[in-house]
């Protein structure tokens, strides 16, 4: 660690307000800068969460529509042995749609607990304001 001299120390204490002034705001636009950044790389993370989800979901709806499609059609066929094809259309077609509902509510309930707010970033700026107000009095 290099030990200051007094006559270093009173250069510095001699610096122009102007100085002190111009290093503050270079400093705190590399702070803005570097929260920015921060904030840039919070939504990238987000976004690709967001992705991965709906990829699943995706794939998830496509299989399940063909697949339950054929297995629905074996209902309905099996179903109008015992009643009317109509009826038995019907009948598969409803519980259908109350299974395709339940899916909506899960996988609405997933996307309500995901959070795009780049919480660390909203911290972080908290922090400096604090930390500016502090050296400002």
Do not use: C
């Not at 030990?3 to 204490?13: G, P, V, Y």
């Not at 997933?110 to 780049?118: A, D, E, G």
């Amino acid at each position: 660690m290099k030990e200051t001299s007094i006559d270093e120390t009173s250069k510095l204490n001699e610096r122009p307000i102007s100085r002190i002034v111009e290093d503050i705001l270079s400093h705190l636009a590399e702070i803005i800068r570097s929260e920015l950044r921060l904030v840039q790389t919070e939504l990238r993370q987000d976004l690709r969460e967001v992705s991965s989800v709906g990829v699943y979901v995706a794939i998830a709806g496509v299989s399940g529509l063909f697949g339950l499609g054929f297995l629905l059609l074996g209902a309905v066929y099996a179903l109008s042995l015992v009643l009317p094809a109509w009826l038995a259309a019907v009948s598969v077609g409803f519980f259908l749609s109350v299974v395709g509902m339940a899916f909506v509510a899960v996988g609405w309930s997933k996307v309500k607990k995901m959070t795009l707010k780049p919480e660390r970033t909203i911290q972080s700026m908290e922090d400096n304001v604090r930390w500016f107000k502090k050296r400002v009095k």
